[in-house]
């Protein structure tokens, strides 16, 4: 399933890094709703709403264009400082 809108950032998205879980039981990733199948690796990302904070699964193909959104987003932010 291709996942819709416009890729997440981990700036925008994330309250802190994601980390490589096994997966204990089968579980729908977040953003692509695919299932990870129980033992299969995924990354975990923590994410805060209304004052929780919730460790979201996410598949590694979605970890990985998050991550790449995230540079991208960095890359736009160094370029702003480059300018000052
Ligand atoms: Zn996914």
Same mark, same amino acid.
């Given at each position: 399933?291709?996942? @819709?809108?416009?890729?997440?950032?981990?700036?925008?998205?994330?309250?802190?890094?994601?980390?490589?879980?096994?997966? @204990?039981?089968?579980?729908?990733?977040?953003?692509?709703?695919?299932?990870?199948?129980?033992?299969?690796?995924?990354?975990?990302?923590?994410?805060?709403?209304?004052?929780?904070?919730?460790?979201?699964?996410?598949?590694?193909?979605?970890?990985?264009?998050?991550?790449?959104?995230?540079?991208?987003?960095?890359?736009?932010?160094?370029?702003?400082?480059?300018?000052?």
């Amino acid at each position: 399933m291709t996942p @819709k809108g416009k890729t997440p950032s981990l700036l925008s998205m994330s309250t802190g890094k994601p980390t490589i879980y096994v997966c @204990k039981k089968k579980t729908k990733c977040t953003r692509c709703k695919e299932e990870v199948t129980m033992g299969d690796k995924c990354f975990r990302i923590p994410k805060s709403t209304s004052g929780f904070t919730s460790k979201k699964i996410f598949c590694v193909d979605c970890t990985d264009s998050i991550i790449g959104q995230t540079k991208i987003d960095i890359s736009q932010i160094e370029s702003e400082i480059s300018t000052i």
